[in-house]
């Protein structure tokens, strides 16, 4: 599972581990593959299950990741 591959915590013991909405801390990760390598531009690590980033918080992040490629 990709969640646990990045070490992504759960919480609430038998309750968490039993579903994933419940237990598992969110996390957002912006992988940047237009170059030769990709690399990770953006992650947000939530500490509870509702502490995750906004859609225009997301989107925000991937303008600003565009135009820095058009500026190159």
Excluded: C, N, W
């Excluded at 013991?13 to 801390?25: E, I, L, N, Q």
């Excluded at 969110?26 to 531009?41: F, K, R, V």
């Excluded at 992650?43 to 502490?51: E, I, M």
Aim: aromatic letters at 6%; proline letters at 7%; hydrophobic letters at 40%.
């Amino acid at each position: 599972m990709t969640s646990e591959q990045y070490d992504q915590p759960v919480r609430f013991g038998a309750v968490g581990s039993f579903h994933d909405v419940v237990g598992r801390m969110p996390e957002a990760i912006l992988i940047d593959a237009a170059g030769e390598q990709p690399t990770i531009e953006y992650v947000h690590r939530g500490k509870l299950p509702a502490d995750r980033p906004t859609v225009d918080d997301l989107l925000g992040q991937i303008d600003e990741l565009a135009a820095s490629h058009v500026e190159q």
